[in-house]
């Protein structure tokens, strides 16, 4: 058991090396979790990554010149970046909930800790059982986030969008 727990933080930490963006990877800078826009901003990603049939999502870093870097002002501490805690953003704003496992992950060349939250693929569509703060400006009530083109989270657009989601 021990032996698969190390094999798993291995496999998160080579995200690390050369993080990029995909529909299955989404890169994050430092969320306030404490801060209702910024739990809002990262439900809206966790529900369209399991909508699209799971995947992760890197905390830490943001692009610049189209590469991912360290993220500035790193926290003094992760304690907020927490399984509980993170699963219980999910059931704030998920219908169905879902269980989504959180590691703190150590860069294999700089020994930085990053949170990796990894998310299942749902089994059925997950909506949003309510909108975030400011009117449900980052994310909507009663809405389906997949990952588009870009990558983005967002809900879909299209005829085409919609059966490949619901396909």
Request: with cysteine; proline share 8%; charged share 25%.
């Amino acid at each position: 058991m021990v032996t698969a727990a190390y094999d798993v933080i291995e496999r998160l930490s080579d995200f690390l090396i050369e993080p990029q963006e995909s529909h299955e990877v989404e890169m994050k800078r430092w969320l306030n979790l404490s801060d209702s826009e910024h739990k809002a901003n990262l439900a809206k990603a966790i529900l369209a990554i399991a909508n699209h049939g799971g995947g992760i999502i890197i905390i830490g870093f943001e692009e610049k010149e189209s590469v991912y870097v360290p993220s500035e002002p790193r926290p003094l501490d992760l304690n907020l970046y927490n399984q509980d805690y993170i699963n219980g953003i999910i059931a704030h704003y998920a219908e169905p909930e879902f269980h989504c496992e959180v590691r703190i992950v150590k860069h294999p060349t700089s020994g930085v800790l990053y949170p990796v939250i990894r998310i299942p693929g749902g089994s059925v569509p997950i909506r949003t059982k309510r909108g975030g703060p400011e009117n449900g400006k980052t994310i909507s009530n009663n809405t389906y986030y997949i990952r588009r083109p870009g990558p983005a989270s967002e809900p879909p657009k299209s005829a085409q969008e919609w059966d490949s989601f619901l396909g």
